[in-house]
Each structure stands twice: as structure tokens, then as C-alpha cells.
């Protein structure tokens, strides 16, 4: 199994600014993944990093509002670029775990973004 | 393309009395599906996971899902509801077609348990 955690837990930034979000997992990974959960709405994949190649992004999702780095097989960021009240979510981190034929995605405890 | 309907929102039901959650799914692919727990402030949990082995699955707490092909169903039960099980609960498809595990999210049903 993974463990996974997250900083900041939540944060409340003004508009305007940037927050950069750390995931960081107990074991090394190959794939990890960026989800957002909007107020009362379910999981949506922003985006699939893999370590040593660009970030992945879903439809709706760009590089310049949250671009991500995947330095090593353990640690992921991702930025929340110039926020508006419409990027308060709680983003989690999620990493892909392969053991033979066995896998499953393990979740962060996310982060909990308000902006004002 | 893939896809997930949980036909409901919330489900109410009484401590001690059996749990019904919803779930349709459509995918291209063989799918793998999950039921996932989210409690209030907390992570999410995996609670079971179907991938084309038993049609019954057992997870934790007492929770099962039967995969129904048929039907393209993958309700979630449980016999006797816990007020602990009061939580949001997700089902997801994957179909692992680009080489890892897309996850594709329902919209969650909200489990009220009362005493």
C-alpha cells in the first residue's frame, strides 16, 4: 500500500495569488494524479504525472493555471495559478500502486482551498 | 468513453436496516470498477473493487457490491446500517486503456444513517 500526505491541509488565499500544493508519498511511484472536487460535486482528474515526462492534462485543465512538477518517484506539486472563487476546491493527490496484478489508486486527505 | 451514474443523491436510512447505493456505469473496454467512502474531513477510502474476477465482491465493514453485466450495474449493499456508516460514497470506472487506471467519478451518494 501507499500512504500519502498533503500540504498545506488548507490554506485561504486572496484572488489573484498562486498556491502551490505538495503531495508526498511513503513509497516511489510511477504514476501520480491531480484531482479537484468542487463544492458538493465529485472527483475530477486534472491531470496525470508521470516522473521524467510533462504532466498530462484532462480537457477543461492547462499547464499555465496548474502546472505540476514531478521531480522524483515520491513527491508531486501543484499550483493553482492567479485564483479566482471559482478554483475553492479541495484538491487531492492520488498515486497509482502496482503490486503483480494487483493496483489501486490510494488518495490523499486532499487540500481544502478557499479563495476570496 | 466511460462513464458513471449514481441514481441517487441521498439515501436515508434507520440504524439496523439494510443499505441500497445505485450505480450504472458505461465503458468501451472491460471495466474495473470501486466503491469508495469519503467521511466528513477525511480521505477517501477504497471499500471494494470488481475486476473481472467474482460478480460478488466483499469489501470492508460489511459492504457489498454485486457486478451485473447485463444490467451494467454495480450496486453497493450492506445488510444492517452502522451510524458510522454515515459518509459520501463513490462509484468509479476504470478501464485502464492508456497503459494506467483512469478513474472516472460518479457523483457520490450521501448516506444519512439515523438511530
Known amino acids: 500500500s501507499a500512504v500519502i500526505s498533503q500540504k498545506p491541509s488548507r490554506d485561504i488565499c486572496q484572488r489573484g495569488t498562486s498556491l502551490t500544493i505538495q503531495c508526498q508519498v511513503d513509497s516511489q511511484v510511477t504514476m501520480m494524479f491531480w484531482y479537484r472536487q468542487q463544492p458538493g460535486q465529485s472527483l475530477t482528474l486534472i491531470a496525470t504525472?508521470?516522473?521524467?515526462?510533462?504532466?498530462?492534462?484532462e480537457s477543461g485543465f492547462v499547464i499555465d493555471k496548474f502546472p505540476i512538477s514531478r521531480p522524483n518517484l515520491t513527491f508531486s506539486t501543484l499550483t493553482v495559478s492567479n485564483m479566482s472563487p471559482e478554483d475553492s476546491s479541495i484538491y487531492l493527490c492520488?498515486?497509482?500502486?502496482?503490486?503483480?496484478?494487483?493496483?489501486?489508486?490510494?488518495f490523499g486527505p486532499g487540500t481544502r482551498l478557499t479563495v476570496l | 468513453a466511460q462513464s458513471v451514474t449514481q441514481l441517487d443523491s441521498h439515501v436515508s436510512v434507520s440504524e439496523g436496516t439494510p443499505v441500497l447505493l445505485r450505480c450504472n456505469y458505461s465503458?468501451?473496454?472491460?471495466?474495473?470498477l470501486f466503491w469508495y467512502v469519503q467521511h466528513p474531513n477525511k480521505g477517501l477510502q477504497l471499500l471494494l473493487k470488481y475486476t473481472s474476477a467474482a460478480t460478488l465482491v466483499k469489501g470492508i465493514n460489511g459492504f457489498e457490491a454485486e457486478f451485473k453485466k447485463s444490467e451494467t450495474s454495480f450496486h453497493l449493499t450492506k445488510p444492517s446500517a452502522h451510524m458510522s456508516d454515515a459518509a459520501e460514497y463513490f462509484c468509479?470506472?476504470?478501464?485502464?486503456?492508456?497503459?494506467?487506471?483512469?478513474?472516472?467519478f460518479g457523483k457520490g451518494t450521501m448516506l444519512l444513517v439515523s438511530p
Open positions: 504525472a508521470n516522473q521524467g515526462s510533462e504532466a498530462t492534462y
Open positions: 468509479v470506472v476504470s478501464d485502464g486503456d492508456s497503459g494506467y487506471s483512469t478513474l472516472t
Open positions: 492520488s498515486v497509482e500502486w502496482r503490486e503483480g496484478h494487483y493496483n489501486e489508486q490510494f
Open positions: 465503458s468501451s473496454y472491460s471495466p474495473s
